[in-house]
């Protein structure tokens, strides 16, 4: 299944604006969906910074730069739709190789000339996981649908800088010790507090464990997570399997 089967039908009317969250394949997933979309015109953003996607492979869209959008929203006009990917960004960040997002106000008024608007909300440094900041995650208003990602080749790792994004945080959240081998106990913990992975997170959600083609044997992971679960590898053809049916 691709993430567009599993993750479209949780829409309204198949649209809106979905926020990824999390990490360990968070923009892989960002992009990978965005693709899946072609041609539905899709505009894509972060509400934070991201990596410049000119300089990643297979991560190519129409690029537009929007500086007022680094601020709130003032009105005028937004970015006219087109069919495929826009990269909407507000300038070049000041860390080389890196790009702005735009101010979370501005998606509400340029979401109805889209189909989808897609949008990454936190931060992780490239990193298999993280725990939330006091500011984040930095939701856009009217957000439909929140996607929270893990990277599988967390598990077994001691808990430090290394594998997690802000590991003193991700240690009060989870009860993983800093130094501690994490375990799937301590993922379910991230998923479940509500300083969690799901912060603030309105509407439907959805948790995304990628990286699975790192484990194997899986262990029975039936109950272990809440809500709607997806499994599998961002990088693999195949895409995603529907782990868990629960509610969004």
């Given at each position: 299944?691709?993430l567009?089967?599993?993750?479209?039908?949780l829409?309204p009317d198949?649209?809106g604006?979905?926020?990824?969250?999390?990490?360990?394949?968070?923009?892989?997933?960002?992009?990978?969906?965005?693709?899946?979309?072609?041609?539905?015109?899709?505009?894509?953003t972060?509400?934070?910074?991201?990596?410049?996607?000119r300089?990643e492979?297979g991560?190519?869209?129409r690029m537009v730069?929007?500086?007022?959008?680094?601020?709130?929203?003032?009105?005028?006009p937004?970015?006219?739709?087109?069919?495929?990917?826009?990269?909407?960004?507000a300038?070049e960040?000041?860390?080389?190789?890196?790009?702005?997002?735009?101010?979370?106000?501005?998606?509400?008024?340029?979401?109805?000339?889209?189909?989808?608007?897609?949008?990454?909300?936190?931060?992780?440094?490239?990193?298999?996981?993280?725990?939330?900041?006091?500011?984040?995650p930095?939701?856009?208003?009217?957000?439909?649908?929140?996607?929270?990602?893990?990277?599988?080749?967390?598990?077994g790792?001691?808990?430090?800088?290394?594998?997690?994004?802000?590991?003193?945080?991700?240690?009060?959240?989870?009860?993983?010790a800093p130094?501690?081998?994490?375990?799937?106990e301590?993922?379910?913990?991230?998923?479940?507090?509500?300083?969690?992975l799901?912060?603030?997170?309105?509407?439907?959600?959805?948790?995304?464990?990628?990286?699975?083609?790192?484990?194997d044997?899986l262990?029975?992971?039936?109950g272990?997570?809440?809500?709607?679960?997806?499994?599998?590898?961002?990088?693999?053809?195949?895409?995603?399997?529907?782990?868990?049916?629960?509610?969004?």
């Amino acid at each position: 299944m691709n993430l567009a089967a599993a993750l479209l039908p949780l829409m309204p009317d198949g649209g809106g604006v979905v926020a990824f969250v999390g990490a360990g394949g968070k923009t892989t997933a960002l992009f990978r969906l965005a693709r899946e979309l072609a041609p539905r015109s899709v505009l894509l953003t972060t509400t934070t910074h991201l990596a410049d996607p000119r300089q990643e492979p297979g991560r190519e869209g129409r690029m537009v730069f929007a500086p007022a959008m680094e601020g709130p929203f003032t009105g005028g006009p937004g970015i006219p739709a087109a069919p495929g990917l826009t990269i909407l960004m507000a300038r070049e960040a000041d860390a080389p190789g890196k790009v702005k997002g735009i101010h979370p106000s501005w998606v509400p008024a340029l979401r109805p000339a889209w189909d989808l608007v897609l949008g990454e909300a936190d931060g992780s440094r490239r990193l298999p996981v993280t725990a939330p900041a006091p500011h984040e995650p930095v939701l856009p208003p009217g957000t439909d649908l929140v996607v929270g990602v893990v990277g599988l080749d967390c598990l077994g790792r001691p808990l430090d800088a290394t594998v997690a994004h802000r590991p003193g945080l991700f240690a009060e959240v989870t009860g993983c010790a800093p130094g501690a081998p994490i375990r799937w106990e301590h993922l379910a913990a991230l998923v479940r507090h509500p300083r969690g992975l799901f912060k603030d997170a309105p509407g439907a959600r959805v948790l995304l464990l990628n990286k699975a083609d790192t484990l194997d044997p899986l262990p029975p992971l039936a109950g272990l997570f809440p809500g709607r679960v997806l499994l599998g590898s961002l990088q693999a053809p195949e895409g995603v399997i529907l782990l868990e049916e629960g509610a969004p």
